[in-house]
């Protein structure tokens, strides 16, 4: 089970939630958010966790391409989070400057299917480029994420063309309560979580953190993964 913490601001927590068995920690550079960083504390982040097996992912809303651009190249990432209003054609030009960038594309969803995102993916094969990996968040009218809302877990299941969509990576309200239960429900390749291991935003609570891996792991069940 991929296994993603977000909202990761400083080096001594990146280092404890990567050893707690995170695959991935989210770097937040949306300057709205409560979670934010600039690339000065990323790059202490990255160098405290020196060889730890575990992805730096960087999460950006509604950015410049050349930001997007800067801040991988300045951070060598190579895998990136868009969760804003980003175009299909953001995503082709995107990928011309880095080749190599794996990109997980957020949808908040409140709809009572998933036409949206079949019609952004559609235009995606036109253009060139599809995400590497779709993140199904709850949707907030006031916030990007982070909210604590829960994503619409039967209504995802029934409609998600596992086999014909990228990957999906399940988001929206998780916590070390329910993941169990969001994994057995939806069956995506992976999790994602940031207000659900909290203490306050921003502030991660550790022991939360270990119920949450604890939890998503005993649910995995690699056979009904897409990858």
């Known amino acids: 089970m991929w296994i993603k913490i977000c909202g990761i601001r400083d080096p001594d927590t990146a280092c404890m939630v990567a050893d707690l068995g995170a695959t991935a920690l989210g770097l937040n550079f949306y300057e709205r958010s409560p979670r934010s960083i600039d690339i000065a504390a990323a790059r202490q982040i990255q160098t405290a966790i020196g060889s730890r097996e575990v992805t730096l992912v960087g ?26 209003e980003e175009t299909p054609e953001f995503l082709a030009e995107l990928v011309q400057q880095i080749p ?6 957020a949808i908040r969803t409140s709809e009572p299917d998933l036409g949206f995102l079949k019609s952004y993916l559609e235009t995606c094969n036109q253009v060139g480029k599809r995400p590497d990996h779709i993140l199904l968040d709850a949707y907030s009218p006031i916030a990007y994420g982070g909210t604590g809302h829960l994503a619409p877990w039967k209504m995802i299941r029934e409609k998600y063309q596992y086999l014909d969509w990228p990957s999906l990576i399940l988001a929206g309200g998780l916590t070390p309560e329910n993941v169990a239960e969001s994994i057995s429900a939806v069956q995506p390749f992976g999790v994602d979580t940031a207000s659900g291991v909290e203490d306050q935003p921003g502030v991660k609570n550790l022991s939360r953190v270990k119920a949450f891996i604890k939890q998503a792991k005993s649910e995995e069940n690699p056979s009904l993964n897409p990858l």
Do not use: Y
């Not at 999460?59 to 951070?75: G, K, R």
């Open 100 to 105: 190599e960038l794996v990109i997980i594309k």
């Open 59 to 84: 999460l950006f809303v509604n950015h410049s391409l050349a930001d997007v651009i800067t801040t991988c190249h300045e951070l060598s990432l190579n895998m990136i989070q868009l969760h804003g």
